[in-house]
């Protein structure tokens, strides 16, 4: 999970090239009400809860570029992300079977930006991101199933950590999810046992200088329980990323 809008989790995936995808669950089948999950391919999930400078949502596309009494309009052929003289790649974020309502398949990817941006017509169209802020829920449907039970997460999990997030007091819903996970991480089995793997503490990684901004950190996140939880102040390093994935 992500709360940041770049592409260096992708970027870095891709470098090494490491499959992944940006959905929770890959479907082989759909049926009324159920789905059957896909899980025959091994790749990291990357959710990005806020999500990215690289997508941008067809919806308002669709609905401006249907024809009227036989005149297509202009933005059809001119608009820089999906019209038909846009020049660039674009591919839906999810892929394989989806429900019909699911909002995702209304969201694609802009594989390279960086052309979109450049483009002095840049202006006509605007990524899809959530603003971290109080009221976020009432545009954040089309994201929902990244957040949809989240308050079941971190039991069974083997390790759970964080890179470099401040926990703003500003996002509640942000709050409340990493709390919930940590909650269920910790306290439910905490000497789970899977194929010779145990649970681990919870790994919390951030750049504090100074003894005042390390216990401005350990206060931020005072709800994890002591013992079970472990600092790196030194930032993200290759020591830093050694000792998380220990």
Known sequence: MTFNYDTLLEQALDAVSK????????????????????????????????????WFDKTAY??????????T??????HPVFGTNAGII??????????????????????????????????????????????????????SEFWQGLGRSGGLNLGFGIIGYSLPVYDDYACQAIYKIAQNYQEYEPDFELGGR???PVRIMDLRSTESAKKDLQKTYQFMERKRTEYWYSGLCQDGIEWFMA
């Open 90 to 143: 674009v591919e839906p974020i999810v892929d394989g079977p989806r429900f019909s309502e699911d909002y995702l398949t209304k969201l694609y990817r802009v594989k390279d930006p960086t052309p979109l941006y450049d483009s002095v017509y840049w202006w006509q169209c605007a990524p899809f991101l959530l603003s971290p802020s109080h009221s976020k829920l009432l545009y954040a449907k089309p994201l």
């Open 198 to 200: 145990v649970k681990r």
């Open 19 to 54: 499959p992944y995808r940006l959905f929770p669950h890959r479907f082989s089948e759909i049926y009324d009400y159920a789905a059957t999950v896909d899980a025959s391919r091994e790749e990291v999930v990357i959710l990005k809860m806020h999500g990215s400078v690289d």
């Open 62 to 71: 669709n609905e401006l570029s249907k024809p009227v009494d036989g005149y």
């Open 73 to 78: 309009p202009r933005i059809a052929a001119n």
